[in-house]
Nanobody, 122 residues
Framework: QLQLVESGGGLVQPGGSLRLSCVVS????????IGWFRQAPGKGREGVLC????????NYADSVKGRFTISRDNAKKTVYLQMNSLKPEDTAVYSC???????????????WGQGTQVTVSS
């Protein structure tokens, strides 16, 4: 059983940056891949980025390429989503989720955090 807790969301102006954190606790939490997902108002949940247990990364959203990066610090049991050059269309609830291997499928993740709101607006 894993527990995931996100933090770091908030209101930011277009062009600004935010770093989201996902603290993963539980048995062998460092053996899991962690994905970041987002859900904008009135839209379905979409995969953003995923990082494997060994640090390999996968991008699921072309719209964030070159702007968002994912990293993990297993000693701190934390996965980060660094978001730069933010745009209003990045506004969404961002959630992290865990499964053994990265996947873009939201239905394939076993454990989810509660989500954190990111609002990009002037």
């Amino acid at each position: 059983q894993l527990q995931l807790v996100e933090s770091g969301g908030g209101l930011v102006q277009p062009g600004g940056s935010l770093r989201l954190s996902c603290v993963v606790s539980g048995f062998r939490s460092d053996h899991y891949a962690i994905g970041w997902f987002r859900q904008a108002p009135g839209k379905g949940r979409e995969g953003v980025l995923c990082i494997s247990s060994t640090g390999g990364t996968t991008n699921y959203a072309d719209s964030v390429k070159g702007r968002f990066t994912i990293s993990r610090d297993n000693a701190k049991k934390t996965v980060y989503l660094q978001m730069n050059s933010l745009k209003p269309e990045d506004t969404a609830v961002y959630s992290c989720a865990a499964r053994l291997w990265c996947s873009a499928g939201t239905n394939e993740y076993d454990y989810w955090g509660q989500g954190t709101q990111v609002t990009v607006s002037s």
